[in-house]
């Protein structure tokens, strides 16, 4: 429950402090004098998202603090655990508003997100303000309040992890298939690529090597013509070059016994005819090598012709056309892979389909039970309300679909969504012989309020939510209907922590705890003060709710006897 609240440069704000106890808390004042404030302060320490527009004129900043008792049980203070905070002296919540829009949110004394500030606080307390009564009539919430009352919020979050978890795989078969049409002609063009790369059989550097042995081959004839002269000449004819060097060397042998300066020369000039000899001996040994083959000649032609156009082809040398050869197989791999991962995501979604339509299934026909008990629930709690003889009934329809909706989002003539396959609607006939008519179209502001309480109060008897507040829970109702709304709300303060908003004296008579909010204007400033109330405080108060702008005695004394009635 909500023990203590602390709100500071917030609207027309600028400090208050007030103290909460169990039962039924009321809050009454003039139109305009901040009681909506209040709701918005409590609302942004539940989560709801901050503006800097909500600090007070001249102000820096707003500051938020509120104080809740948690039960060491409640869903509330497990999910507090989880996050890593110790609740077992209350869960102490502050907010942080400042007009450069870095926010802030503190629980007990540790920076936290709003997001975490969210998941703690959507199990402390429930705001039923006029925002309310519009989301009411949306069909969503409508399907929402059913699944909450039928205790189907873990089956319906199973139908919305596995649908979420489908349509990923529904967009991913959609753009392989569109991928496999596209690539039909593409994957043609590679595997003829990938199989004339291969089919080549490249070897690094064999361009040079063919072209070495074609310009032998060409010139094989001049080759051996010339390298036969030059062994004759040098090595093996008449008057060779070797034979001169040999009689030269000799000579300058018997020289240098005359003079040694003569002995390097005499040296050198042998050891240039042994390199010689062995010149002539490479010579010959190479002329034996040549070849005269014009058959591989043709070949060596061809090959390099072969090689040459897919150089030209595929990047100007054999390495890159290597390259192009393992590149083409990667990409036809991808491709030839696209059949066997739409076959693969078909599976999956198939098994996810079977294993959302059971689900699915599940889910509305228990929805179906729970709408039509909680359809008998809210026509007695309406008849408590001043609304006999009321009918009330949720209709589902099929979600709808068209022939472009993919197969694995239809089920039983239905379309899927994350909610499963039924969409809901609640009807009303708030007067005996009337027939039911949709909620939206039918029900007076008075009725929607009614409605809204008899939905509260229904799913209000479980233990998730502490405290329960109600905004302008009286609008459109007044005289005996606005007894029975108050005397509901009490009721509902045996359960929970009840704080409503109120402008009936009908309803305010039953608070345990009764504040006044009024506004005031301190030296050129407005701002919004809170006053308990309790005695003659009280029923001067009521007496004013009574009897508006001139409070008779008779006015003081319905005051006084409302106040006894208690």
């Given at each position: 429950?909500?023990?203590?609240?602390?709100?500071?440069?917030?609207?027309?704000?600028?400090?208050?402090?007030?103290?909460?106890?169990?039962?039924?808390?009321?809050?009454?004042?003039?139109?305009?004098?901040?009681?909506?404030?209040?709701?918005?302060?409590?609302?942004?320490?539940?989560?709801?998202?901050?503006?800097?527009?909500?600090?007070?004129?001249?102000?820096?900043?707003?500051?938020?603090?509120?104080?809740?008792?948690?039960?060491?049980?409640?869903?509330?203070?497990?999910?507090?655990?989880?996050?890593?905070?110790?609740?077992?002296?209350?869960?102490?919540?502050?907010?942080?508003?400042?007009?450069?829009?870095?926010?802030?949110?503190?629980?007990?004394?540790?920076?936290?997100?709003?997001?975490?500030?969210?998941?703690?606080?959507?199990?402390?307390?429930?705001?039923?303000?006029?925002?309310?009564?519009?989301?009411?009539?949306?069909?969503?919430?409508?399907?929402?309040?059913?699944?909450?009352?039928?205790?189907?919020?873990?089956?319906?979050?199973?139908?919305?992890?596995?649908?979420?978890?489908?349509?990923?795989?529904?967009?991913?078969?959609?753009?392989?298939?569109?991928?496999?049409?596209?690539?039909?002609?593409?994957?043609?063009?590679?595997?003829?690529?990938?199989?004339?790369?291969?089919?080549?059989?490249?070897?690094?550097?064999?361009?040079?090597?063919?072209?070495?042995?074609?310009?032998?081959?060409?010139?094989?004839?001049?080759?051996?013509?010339?390298?036969?002269?030059?062994?004759?000449?040098?090595?093996?004819?008449?008057?060779?070059?070797?034979?001169?060097?040999?009689?030269?060397?000799?000579?300058?042998?018997?020289?240098?016994?005359?003079?040694?300066?003569?002995?390097?020369?005499?040296?050198?000039?042998?050891?240039?005819?042994?390199?010689?000899?062995?010149?002539?001996?490479?010579?010959?040994?190479?002329?034996?090598?040549?070849?005269?083959?014009?058959?591989?000649?043709?070949?060596?032609?061809?090959?390099?012709?072969?090689?040459?156009?897919?150089?030209?082809?595929?990047?100007?040398?054999?390495?890159?056309?290597?390259?192009?050869?393992?590149?083409?197989?990667?990409?036809?791999?991808?491709?030839?892979?696209?059949?066997?991962?739409?076959?693969?995501?078909?599976?999956?979604?198939?098994?996810?389909?079977?294993?959302?339509?059971?689900?699915?299934?599940?889910?509305?026909?228990?929805?179906?039970?729970?709408?039509?008990?909680?359809?008998?629930?809210?026509?007695?709690?309406?008849?408590?309300?001043?609304?006999?003889?009321?009918?009330?009934?949720?209709?589902?329809?099929?979600?709808?679909?068209?022939?472009?909706?993919?197969?694995?989002?239809?089920?039983?003539?239905?379309?899927?969504?994350?909610?499963?396959?039924?969409?809901?609607?609640?009807?009303?006939?708030?007067?005996?012989?009337?027939?039911?008519k949709p909620l939206v179209r039918i029900a007076s502001g008075g009725e929607l309020s009614r409605c809204i309480l008899a939905l509260k109060a229904i799913l209000a008897t479980g233990?998730?939510?502490?405290?329960?507040?109600?905004?302008?829970?009286?609008?459109?109702?007044?005289?005996?209907?606005?007894?029975?709304?108050?005397?509901?709300?009490?009721?509902?303060s045996h359960f929970h922590q009840v704080i409503t908003i109120t402008h009936l004296p009908q309803i305010a008579r039953f608070g345990r705890q009764h504040f006044r909010i009024a506004?005031?204007?301190?030296?050129?400033?407005?701002?919004?003060?809170?006053?308990?109330?309790?005695?003659?405080?009280?029923?001067?108060?009521?007496?004013?709710?009574?009897?508006?702008?001139?409070?008779?005695?008779?006015?003081?004394?319905?005051?006084?006897?409302?106040?006894?009635?208690?």
């Open positions: 429950m909500l023990r203590e609240l602390s709100i500071k440069n917030f609207a027309i704000i600028d400090d208050l402090s007030i103290s909460l106890e169990k039962g039924l808390t009321v809050l009454t004042g003039e139109t305009g004098a901040g009681k909506s404030v209040i709701i918005n302060a409590v609302n942004l320490i539940l989560g709801a998202r901050a503006s800097p527009e909500l600090i007070r004129s001249s102000e820096e900043a707003a500051e938020l603090e509120a104080l809740f008792d948690v039960p060491p049980q409640s869903p509330a203070a497990r999910m507090a655990r989880s996050k890593g905070f110790d609740v077992s002296e209350g869960l102490l919540i502050r907010r942080i508003i400042r007009r450069n829009g870095r926010h802030n949110v503190y629980i007990n004394g540790r920076l936290a997100t709003t997001q975490i500030l969210s998941s703690i606080n959507q199990h402390l307390a429930s705001i039923a303000s006029q925002h309310a009564h519009q989301s009411l009539l949306k069909p969503e919430h409508q399907l929402l309040l059913v699944d909450q009352y039928g205790e189907l919020s873990g089956l319906r979050q199973k139908v919305g992890a596995c649908y979420n978890e489908m349509v990923p795989l529904i967009r991913k078969l959609t753009k392989l298939r569109h991928k496999l049409d596209e690539q039909s002609e593409r994957r043609e063009l590679l595997e003829f690529q990938c199989r004339e790369i291969q089919n080549a059989k490249i070897a690094l550097g064999e361009d040079q090597k063919l072209e070495q042995e074609r310009q032998r081959l060409k010139n094989a004839e001049r080759l051996y013509e010339t390298i036969g002269r030059s062994v004759d000449r040098l090595y093996a004819g008449e008057d060779a070059v070797f034979e001169r060097l040999t009689t030269i060397a000799r000579e300058l042998q018997r020289l240098s016994r005359i003079d040694q300066a003569l002995a390097p020369a005499a040296n050198r000039m042998e050891a240039a005819a042994f390199e010689l000899e062995d010149i002539a001996a490479d010579l010959q040994t190479y002329l034996q090598g040549i070849v005269f083959d014009s058959d591989r000649l043709e070949e060596i032609e061809l090959r390099l012709d072969t090689l040459q156009r897919l150089k030209r082809k595929y990047g100007g040398s054999l390495e890159s056309v290597l390259a192009r050869g393992i590149e083409t197989e990667e990409k036809l791999k991808r491709v030839s892979s696209i059949p066997e991962e739409i076959a693969n995501t078909e599976r999956r979604l198939d098994n996810l389909y079977d294993e959302l339509g059971k689900l699915c299934r599940r889910l509305s026909e228990k929805r179906k039970k729970a709408a039509a008990d909680l359809a008998k629930r809210v026509e007695k709690e309406l008849t408590s309300l001043g609304m006999p003889g009321t009918r009330f009934e949720v209709r589902f329809e099929h979600v709808p679909f068209d022939k472009e909706t993919d197969p694995h989002l239809v089920l039983d003539n239905s379309g899927i969504e994350a909610t499963g396959i039924d969409r809901a609607e609640f009807l009303i006939a708030p007067n005996v012989g009337e027939d039911l233990k998730s939510l502490e405290t329960l507040i109600f905004d302008e829970v009286d609008a459109g109702i007044g005289g005996s209907v606005a007894e029975m709304v108050g005397n509901k709300l009490e009721s509902l506004k005031e204007v301190q030296m050129g400033r407005t701002r919004t003060t809170i006053t308990p109330l309790a005695g003659e405080a009280r029923v001067k108060e009521l007496a004013r709710m009574l009897g508006g702008v001139r409070i008779t005695k008779k006015v003081i004394e319905h005051a006084r006897e409302m106040v006894g009635q208690r």
